[in-house]
T-cell receptor, first 112, second 116 residues
Framework: GQNIDQPTEMTATEGAIVQINCTYQ??????LFWYQQHAGEAPTFLSYNVLDGLEEKGRFSSFLSRSKGYSYLLLKELQMKDSASYLC?????????????FGQGTELSVKP | EPEVTQTPSHQVTQMGQEVILRCVPISNHLYFYWYRQILGQKVEFLVSFYNNEISEKSEIFDDQFSVERPDGSNFTLKIRSTKLEDSAMYFC??????????????FGNGTRLTVT
């Protein structure tokens, strides 16, 4: 089966760095994606990894270890607007579909 | 930047009625998806569509659901006889590639469906 785990909620301080972890068990793995979702809005793509290692995109970085079934999203220089849910999602290849399977999401609160 | 558009943004319907949710994917994308998110829960996969046919569907996507790409731009989700538990936000998404041509899914702003 498919299983994705991430913490339910985290709190961090404006200007700080926060790391959101995600572990997964899946078959047909074709990449690990991170999305941001504000309440009532659509998921917005942040970063993805297909191969092991670190991908950096401005204030956001994502890391993947396929052998460990582990990824993290690193957010630097936190801003109040970063308060949102962060979704870890695994892409699975099946019959040309390439669906994403989402975790429950980590609700991040950034405090002054 | 091109985006996925969905209409309507809100839909209220009575139990047993049919609804059609509409989506216009990004124009050069080939892979299309519907997801739903019940309030307070995770984003759940419903169906994927490629080359004018369903490539995969979840257990949620039973006989009351259907998808169609009636022309070169629209992608629709029909729910034939709505139930109270169909109340959710429905997201359409599209992607330009998968596998070796992996690219992210881009989501529309969603249709909030309320079944009364």
């Amino acid at each position: 089966g498919q299983n994705i785990d991430q913490p339910t909620e985290m709190t961090a301080t404006e200007g700080a760095i926060v790391q959101i972890n995600c572990t997964y068990q899946t078959s047909g793995f074709n990449g690990l994606f991170w999305y941001q979702q504000h309440a009532g809005e659509a998921p917005t793509f942040l970063s993805y990894n297909v191969l092991d290692g670190l991908e950096e995109k401005g204030r956001f970085s994502s890391f993947l270890s396929r052998s460990k079934g582990y990824s993290y999203l690193l957010l630097k220089e936190l801003q109040m607007k970063d308060s949102a849910s962060y979704l870890c999602a695994v892409r699975v290849i099946y019959n040309q579909g390439g669906k994403l399977i989402f975790g429950q999401g980590t609700e991040l609160s950034v405090k002054p | 930047e091109p985006e996925v558009t969905q209409t309507p943004s809100h839909q209220v319907t009575q139990m047993g009625q049919e609804v059609i949710l509409r989506c216009v994917p990004i124009s050069n994308h080939l892979y299309f998806y519907w997801y739903r998110q019940i309030l307070g829960q995770k984003v759940e996969f419903l169906v994927s569509f490629y080359n004018n046919e369903i490539s995969e569907k979840s257990e949620i996507f039973d006989d009351q659901f259907s998808v169609e790409r009636p022309d070169g731009s629209n992608f629709t989700l029909k729910i034939r006889s709505t139930k109270l538990e169909d109340s959710a936000m429905y997201f359409c998404a599209s992607s330009s590639g998968t596998g070796v041509n992996n690219s992210p899914l881009h989501f529309g702003n969603g249709t909030r469906l309320t079944v009364t």
